[in-house]
Structure formats: C-alpha cells, structure tokens
C-alpha cells in the first residue's frame, strides 16, 4: 500500500506528547510513564487511532498504547489528540518487529485490529498472527496472554484461527460476522467503519493462555 506524505507531519508528532520518544528507556517499566499500576494494553498498527482513542476515553483505568510505525498515519492520530487531555493512552512510532525489544512482561492485552494480510506465502512471517510473532508475544506479557483479532479478511482470519490454536491459545469468543452477532462493547476502526459500510463481514476472534 502506497501511503501519501503528510507535510509537517515529523514535526508534529516530534512536538506531541502522546508519543515516547524513548521507548526503550521505560522497557520492562511502562508503569512509571503512566504513574499508576493500571493494566497495559497495546494495539499493534493502531492507524489513524479511533480505536485506541475511544478505548481510551471509554476505560480510564486501563493504560492503552498504540503503536503506528508510518508518519503519515501515525500523524493523524496525534492530529486527533490536539485539544485532548487523555492521561491513560501514550503512543510509539516504531515497527512491530521491535515489540520484544520495547516490553518486557508488562503487557496484558495486544489488539491486532485490520492487520495487513501478508498474502503470499514467502511473507508469513510479516503477519502478526505468525509464530513469529506469537513467539515475540511471549516476552512482552505479564500475567496472562491475551489477544483480540478484528479483520475483513477471511484467509487471515482462518490462518490466525489455526497460527493461534497450534501455538496452544484458547479460543475464547469467536464471530464469523462481528455485526450479526451479539458482541458487546465493540470500538470500531477506521478500516471496519469503512468496511461495514460495503457490506463487508467482519470477523474477530479473542484468545488466551494462562502463563
């Protein structure tokens, strides 16, 4: 996908203060840059960022950090933020193949909303769902793992059932049509906006395991 240049975007998200500059610096104690011991929870690829704003503004006492590695995306997001004041919601621009180099066992829940598909078969390793990535997971939760997928795409979504299962996650909600069936509490993105505008199925799977 071919993103197009935000102009000044660098400088606004340099000026923003959702976003830790120093990742690094506050691995393994994300709780110091929220002051409190709330629970972390982190959307990888978080895009323009109404899913994890809302997540936000809608449960103050859960610490939210979304991740965006593009400026002209992640720009949006800190667009958004401008006359906010939102205490409990930080956001990193960094590539997810880092994860396991900015956390370390403080994570309770990763969000995987709309990921890119990766659909050939040499990039299996770029989706998120991958034991690539689950592998990278272990390190960054705390107690107990948990993941919750939204996507539109049903060959993702069938290889995330299997990737996850294989790597011993239990299923613990499962729709085939996110807007047919009773979910509660659901935030949308920007992308599953868009979608179910079109008519297009939703599916979203939540799994966990006990460490």
């Known amino acids: 996908m ?4 935000v102009k000044g975007a660098e400088d606004k998200i340099n000026k923003s203060l959702y976003i830790v500059k120093d990742p690094d ?5 994300f709780k110091s840059l929220f002051k409190n011991d709330n629970p972390i929870e982190v959307e990888i690829g978080m895009g323009k960022g109404t899913f994890i704003i809302n997540k936000a503004l809608k449960n103050t006492n859960i610490n939210y950090i979304g991740i965006e ?20 919601l930080k956001l ?7 994860i396991d180099n900015i ?17 050939k078969t040499r990039h299996e390793k770029r989706r998120l769902s991958s034991i690539n990535f689950l592998k990278k997971y272990d390190s960054i939760f705390k107690n107990s793992k948990k993941i919750i997928m939204k996507t539109d795409n049903r060959k993702l979504f069938e290889y995330s059932i299997k990737s ?11 729709s085939l049509d996110l ?4 979910i509660k509490e659901n935030i949308p993105t920007e992308y599953e906006t868009k979608f179910v505008s079109k008519g297009q199925k939703i599916y979203m799977i939540s799994v966990y395991k006990n460490i």
């Open 69 to 88: 590695k593009f400026d002209s995306v992640i720009v949006r997001a800190v667009e958004k933020l401008e006359n906010l004041e939102i205490k409990n």
């Open 2 to 5: 071919r993103l197009k240049k």
């Open 25 to 29: 610096y506050y691995r393994g104690n």
């Open 92 to 98: 990193i621009k960094m590539d997810a193949i880092e």
């Open 164 to 174: 996850f299962t294989d790597y011993n996650y239990k299923i613990d909600e499962i």
């Open 179 to 182: 807007y047919d069936d009773d």
């Open 103 to 119: 956390f370390d066992k403080e994570i309770d829940v990763v969000y995987l909303n709309f990921s890119d598909p990766w659909p």
